[in-house]
């Protein structure tokens, strides 16, 4: 293939090599040259010859990477996430193809709000015959709890996503319609702004156009939808939760536009109201952007066994207490059968012809429709209605073909399509430029006076459709869109703070579940940073010696650590019962089965795992920084699963007690001071006591030899890090009682349990309560005072006082004490801020 350029550099000439399919090329025409706008970009590639440009291939990845971009969270316990894949070559539109087509999809827009008006309503469509009734009525997607219900001001349906392609002419085709959580913007966006880092200079040159006028049109829309007429509404985005596979573009877009992510368990209906519960109470909620499938959004009205939804969300719209967006029953337009109908329906209400034409489409239910797809000399694809990323089937003309049979016996469930090959654009390689299918997803907003069109959209790749033209599944790569401008355009990443110039409504307030969530995340990166410091000084010191080998002082000192790391990760048998002996002897396999057994509970596979489970549920709370080093978190657990001897889990320790002290130094660094921090902060210090305390009970009850005492006491201080400081102070040799002075007494000390149980105190006397209530005697306030007076009231002395039976009965009683007090402040932590009931947070701090 020739190229435009006289003297192609390595780059194109790669591109020379590239051999799209017969069809329609977006970069190609079928002279083989370059088409219009694309020869800047190429340029500025050649100047940056190949390996340059695979730098930046990879830099695109890392970038994912880093900032946690994924969209299935489950798919793979081992793995975590499926990452989200991105091209370095844009889809590249110029300024005249993409005006016509956004014309197009303003029409549409406009005609999928008054049909959804319509269906919902006086169903005018049917009464005129343009529309099938059983198409409608017949389908899972009508909710007949929705009719009636009044529309929310601006527009029902305020946002849009259609899937597009283009037949072999070039000329782009709607294949299908996404309105009850039009999903892809955030990804959208996301690309952008990383080919903003790597491809500035071409974007900037090439007048690429901005993204931001979308979301600043959406915002305004979502203001504009408010049942009360109020300068800054209360909106909420209501998504299904971390295990749904487009979470992170949940929290993505919650960040991005100033919203409050809940779920259904944070709202709740008062008074024909919907209400946030927060950690002080009920708010009211004026604008629910939902990201929730129709049927699930009430489950007293619409499924009753979703747990997903709001009781009583359907009548606080019929009240017009709260704008539910997209309109709850929308998804009926996404039913395929409807293409059929179009262009019929355009004509309807707007009196024109479709400027975007439709992929051809026949319902079967209609017996006319079936008779002609029946007698079509030319294979169709026919695809089932109720499950529409399935592939589709071929029809042939064969009477005993099960394709045909299931029409005939089912015809109402079925569509008939014309075959069509996607367009075809390049995919940059390390071996070059390989030809992907595209599918591109486009976004609209609409509201009181204007319809936005985001200038681009989502640009999914699939290298191989196959050939029954499967356009629904994932994609193999996504690419960035860039429609060109003939003049320059502002470069800014911010929405405009004219209308969000005042403080959110939820500045500081958050829900009970984000409360109990960050309060966890804070309990599993200390578990996970705790065992590892212990594990860790396992492995330096030398193993218990053999049987033949009489009982000496440091080898019970060495039985009481390794006793201790089974008691505290609660991993028994470990190195307590039935074969402890043997294994005392050769711990390596244990030590390393509770590093990367993940199936273990109290493993630090296990803890790591609850760690990141636990950041993906507060994503929207976690700065860049704080999820970048989530994610290097989550690549050091799946270092552990590797075949690695115990010196070289060493290393793997400090690596992972590095990361997780960055992730603690950010939380205190770079995280606002609201309860959000506080609850975080708690998890962490309760943790922390709590490890502190039972490590101690399980190695200083009992008094050991001299020798013993002196190895086990470095180990200790080793664990918590306090080894110089101890040296420092006391300029001694090993003793008990200055031991117990720096490790539980002394408040200065970071790692101590005097300055764990002073933080809790100050977080739990600024958590909300009664105002007449004094912190102390609400019930979590009175068990941290029970607990830090039994320590500060502690003489050291008599701590490190050893009875008759060889025990420090003093030292028992304090830590049984504590053992019993610190579990118990979580629990009612738990029962006054975590519940999630109505009053909870009054209720429980107060009893």
């Known amino acids: 293939m020739e190229n435009s350029r006289p003297n192609p550099s390595p780059v194109t000439s790669r ?3 590239y051999r799209p399919p017969i069809g329609y090329d977006e970069a190609v025409g079928p002279d083989g040259l370059l088409r219009p706008g694309w ?20 830099q695109a990845r890392q970038l994912l990477l880093e900032n946690g971009i994924t969209y299935n969270l489950f798919q793979n316990e081992t793995e975590g996430a499926r990452s989200w894949d991105l091209d370095l070559l844009p889809l590249i539109l110029v300024e005249e193809e993409w005006l016509k087509l956004e014309r197009g999809l303003k029409q549409r827009h406009r005609v999928l709000e008054l049909l959804l008006e319509d269906l919902y309503g006086h169903q005018g469509v049917i009464r005129a015959g343009v529309v099938p009734g059983p198409l409608i009525f017949g389908a899972s997607g009508y909710l007949r709890a929705c009719h009636g219900l009044p529309r929310p001001k601006g527009s029902p349906l305020p946002w849009w996503a259609a899937d597009l392609t283009r037949d072999p002419s070039g000329n782009f085709l709607v294949i299908g319609d996404h309105l009850h959580s039009p999903t892809g913007n955030g990804y959208a966006l996301e690309n952008r702004q990383i080919l903003f880092r790597l491809l500035r200079q071409p974007l900037n040159e090439n007048h690429v156009r901005l993204l931001l006028p979308f979301f600043t049109a959406l915002r305004n829309h979502l203001n504009d939808a408010s049942p009360l007429p109020k300068e800054d509404p209360r909106t909420v985005l209501l998504t299904p939760g971390p295990e749904d596979k487009l979470y992170f573009e949940h929290a993505f877009l919650a960040n991005y536009l100033g919203l409050t992510l809940v779920q259904g368990e944070d709202l709740t209906v008062r008074n024909g109201r919907v209400h946030l519960k927060t950690l002080d109470g009920l708010h009211p909620v004026d604008v629910v952007l939902r990201m929730l499938q129709d049927r699930l959004c009430d489950p007293l009205e619409l499924d009753e066994t979703s747990f997903l939804g709001v009781a009583g969300l359907i009548q606080a719209i019929a009240g017009q ?17 409807l293409l059929a109908y179009y262009p019929e329906i355009c004509h309807h209400f707007l009196g024109e012809e479709s400027l975007l034409p439709v992929l051809p489409t026949w319902w079967c239910g209609d017996p006319d429709s079936l008779a002609q797809v029946l007698a079509d000399p030319e294979p169709l694809l026919i695809r089932a209605i109720a499950q529409p990323g399935q592939p589709a089937r071929t029809l042939t003309p064969d009477p005993n073909c099960p394709v045909r049979q299931a029409l005939l016996a089912r015809p109402q469930e079925f569509i008939a399509q014309v ?15 390989r030809p992907g299918h595209l599918v591109l997803r486009t976004f609209s907003t609409a509201g009181l006076s204007d319809t936005e069109v985001m200038p681009g959209g989502l640009a999914r790749v699939i290298f191989d459709p196959g050939p029954v033209n499967t356009l629904n599944g994932h994609a193999d790569i996504t690419k960035d869109v860039w429609v060109l401008s003939p003049d320059p355009v502002a470069r800014s990443n911010r929405l405009p703070l004219d209308r969000l110039s005042e403080p959110s409504f939820f500045t500081g307030e958050i829900s009970s579940r984000m409360a109990e969530n960050l309060f966890w ?25 053999g049987d033949e080998v009489r009982e000496t002082g440091e080898r019970a000192a060495l039985r009481v650590l390794y006793r201790a790391l089974t008691t505290i990760t609660a991993t028994e048998p470990g190195f307590i019962g039935e074969g402890a002996e043997e294994r005392l002897l050769d711990p390596e396999e244990e030590l390393l089965a509770l590093i990367r057994a993940p199936e ?3 493993s630090v596979s296990s803890s790591i795992q609850s760690l990141i489970l636990a950041a993906h549920r507060v994503r929207e709370r976690l700065s860049n920084d704080t999820w970048r080093v989530i994610i290097q978190v989550r690549g050091l657990r799946q270092r552990l699963a590797g075949e690695k001897s115990s010196a070289d889990m060493v290393g ?6 590095t990361t997780l002290a960055a992730l603690a130094g950010l939380g205190q660094e770079n995280m606002t001071r609201g309860l959000g921090w506080r609850f975080l902060e708690l998890g962490r210090r309760l943790e922390r006591a709590i490890f502190v305390v039972s490590l101690l009970h399980a190695t200083l009850i009992e008094a050991l030899p001299p020798e013993g005492e002196r190895l086990l006491l470095e180990a200790l201080l080793n664990v918590g890090d306090s080894s110089i400081t101890y040296r420092r102070r006391y300029r001694t040799h090993m003793a008990i009682k200055p031991f117990l002075e720096l490790i539980l007494l002394d408040e200065a000390n970071p790692r101590g349990l005097a300055s764990q149980l002073a933080l809790i105190e100050e977080h739990v006397l600024a958590l909300p309560r009664h105002a007449a209530m004094p912190g102390h005697r609400t019930a979590t306030g009175r068990i941290v005072l029970e607990a830090f007076n039994a320590l500060r009231l502690s003489d050291p002395d008599l701590l490190a006082l050893v009875g008759d039976e060889g025990k420090r009965s003093n030292l028992i009683d304090l830590l049984d004490r504590l053992k019993n007090l610190l579990p118990l402040l979580s629990v009612e932590l738990a029962n006054a ?6 009053s909870h947070a009054l209720r429980g701090v107060s009893r």
Not at 652 to 657: T, Y
Not at 833 to 838: A, G, M
């Open 15 to 17: 591109l020379r090599e």
């Open 419 to 433: 075959p069509v090959r996607p367009s075809t654009l390049p995919v940059l390689t390390p071996e070059g430029f």
């Open 39 to 58: 020869h800047p970009l190429f340029e500025h590639l050649d100047e940056q010859g190949i390996q340059r440009v695979e730098a930046l291939r990879q």
């Open 321 to 337: 207490k709260v704008a539910v967006l997209n309109h709850p029953g929308a998804a009926i337009l996404e039913n395929p059968s």
């Open 600 to 602: 273990r509970l109290g």
């Open 521 to 545: 995340m804070g309990r599993y990166a200390e578990r996970s940073e705790n065992v590892p410091r212990l594990l860790r000084v396992l492995l330096l010191l030398p193993r218990p010696e």
């Open 652 to 657: 793997e320790m400090e690596r992972l007690i």
């Open 833 to 838: 801020f975590f519940q999630h009931s109505s």
